[in-house]
């Protein structure tokens, strides 16, 4: 199998940098994660339109940003569509409660110097604006390789997009990644050895003792999200999950 051995990750990690404790996908977010003790976390990340990496789940900007206040009704609501120096301006935290307004959105480069700065690891989920998958991939990859280029552990890659993961491989070969995956198909192993993957990231409700084992004999380290209840983390741990993305910072303390 193609998968790092030892495996450089740590089990636990906080889905969008706190769960929903902070806004997700900032800086605010990462810092609170980290403070409840988990030493990874993931992350969406999508393009500007003039290509810059930065983090943002939605394709829009509606829901987490005061985009339509800031730019007007007439402005295009999605993400991809505005540079960098546009969306820079934006609140990010506002939405989520008065204690974060002003937090911005953060760019791929910040969330690395502060990962890299204060020893923390993250999983990069490839979220393009739909049409630019495998490009969003390439550049996605490129940056990162270029930012972890000194680190001992690189970030993990991930996405539900294969043209995402196909795009990573092409400009990035030797960084880690995993297929996400929401339901399964015949072949879902087959289709991430064929990414060149080293993990697998199910919705965890997918795993069982033979989704596992398939898995394991294919190479592959299984990984979970969002995992945000007890027995359901406890089950996922008696199945040996490699990785478990929670937004429940509050409630699992990683050790
Ligand atoms: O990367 C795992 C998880 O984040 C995938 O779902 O919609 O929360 O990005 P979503
Ligand atoms: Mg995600």
């Known amino acids: 199998s ?125 979220k393009p604006t739909p049409g630019t998958e495998r490009f969003t991939g390439e550049v996605v990859a490129r940056h990162a390789a270029r930012l972890w280029n000194d680190a001992p552990v690189p970030p993990l890659l991930s996405s539900f997009k294969p043209e995402a993961l196909e795009g990573a491989r092409a400009s990035a070969g030797h960084l880690p990644r995993g297929l996400l995956l929401d339901s399964l198909h015949g072949g879902w192993c087959a289709q991430a050895l064929g990414l060149g993957c080293v993990a697998v990231v199910l919705n965890h409700t997918l795993w069982s003792l033979e989704t596992v084992r398939e898995a394991k004999d294919a190479g592959l380290r299984c990984l979970a999200y969002t995992v945000n209840d007890e027995w359901a983390a406890q089950r996922l741990l008696a199945l040996g999950l490699d990785g478990i993305i929670t937004d429940r910072v509050d409630l699992f303390s990683p050790g």
């Open 2 to 126: 193609a998968a790092p051995s030892p495996w450089p990750y740590p089990r636990w990690i906080a889905h969008r940098g706190a769960g929903k404790l902070a806004p997700e996908n900032t800086l605010a977010a990462f810092r609170l994660g980290a403070a409840q003790g988990f030493r990874m976390a993931e992350c969406d990340v999508k393009l500007a339109a003039d290509g810059l990496p930065f983090l943002l789940h939605d394709a829009t900007l509606d829901r987490t940003t005061n985009a339509v206040t800031q730019f007007g009704p007439a402005a295009s609501r999605v993400a991809g569509e505005h540079p960098w120096a546009e969306l820079a301006t934006l609140d990010a935290g506002s939405w989520h409660s008065r204690a974060y307004a002003g937090e911005p959105l953060p760019t791929l480069e910040g969330i690395a110097r502060h990962c890299l700065a204060n020893g923390l690891l993250l999983n990069i989920e490839i």
